[in-house]
């Protein structure tokens, strides 16, 4: 499994220009425990889908896809991750539950966010915003990916590497169309954090800079400033809240408001 991993570790980041280099001990660890019911395709689809949503140069076990298996590390699943699932087939599904095809950031332990969060945390409700203007902006082209890039402000490949991580890379136009917007609806935010889609054109990167700055604010608001405490209301680890802090450029944001 190591060497497997690291092999398409290598491939997808160079195929989606990203300098992911590394697996953490953790995230091999729980790879190698996994039984893939795929077996070296359902592996390299993993790693494929964890480049694609790492924000660091190292995946980490947030960012790996495989829900049902966090949920309970001792034993195997009895079935395939939820997250690889067809979204489309069979009777009208029911309204994707976004939130739980994202993985959790604080790892395996249920333990509180913030209640204007999902129970995965910031992860699922950024990962259930993105989705929902990814599709309504495929939707408003009728699957054109360059004229959706261009509505959503960024590049092609990067929206490849977005509807890769979601698997919605491979949809029709029709099947597109079949889903239905009701599949894919907005999360609950604040008023104004975030636009309704319009169809016109809007920055995505922009828009998930601000509410995530909104709820990294909050977080430590509520937890009196404690960076552990605030990674815990995210549903993140402590390193990947500090990684968020100097992501979103956080301290510097945070003076600027106190300015304005």
Not at 132 to 142: D, I, M, T
Not at 253 to 258: A, G, N, R
């Amino acid at each position: 499994i190591p060497l497997l991993a690291h092999h398409f570790l290598e491939k997808y980041s160079t195929a989606q220009k990203k300098d992911v280099r590394k697996l953490s001990a953790y995230a091999l660890d729980i790879l190698s425990r996994y039984h893939f019911p795929g077996n070296i395709r359902e592996l390299e689809n993993i790693i494929e889908r964890s480049v694609a949503l790492e924000q660091s140069n190292i995946i980490l076990p947030e960012s790996l896809r495989l829900a049902d298996f966090k949920r309970n590390v001792a034993e195997p699943p009895p079935a395939p991750p939820s997250f690889g699932q067809p979204l489309y087939g069979g009777a009208p599904p029911a309204p994707l539950a976004w939130p739980k095809a994202a993985a959790p950031g604080r790892g395996f332990a249920e333990t509180a966010v913030l209640p204007s969060l999902p129970p995965g945390g910031i992860d699922d409700l950024l990962a259930g915003l993105e989705v929902y203007y990814l599709y309504r902006a495929l939707a408003a082209s009728g699957n054109a990916r360059g004229r959706t890039a261009t509505a959503l402000t960024i590049s092609p490949w990067r929206l490849r590497a977005r509807l890769v991580a979601y698997e919605l890379a491979d949809l029709s136009a029709g099947k597109l169309a079949s889903l239905g917007p009701d599949r894919f609806p907005k999360p609950d935010l604040p008023q104004g954090l975030a636009p309704d889609w319009t169809a016109t054109e809007l920055n995505l990167d922009e828009i998930l800079l601000a509410v995530e700055r909104h709820f990294i604010h909050e977080a430590l608001t509520t937890g009196g400033g404690n960076k552990t405490e605030a990674a815990s209301l995210l549903g993140l680890s402590r390193r990947s809240f500090q990684h968020r802090l100097d992501k979103t450029n956080y301290e510097a944001w945070e003076v600027s408001q106190l300015n304005v």
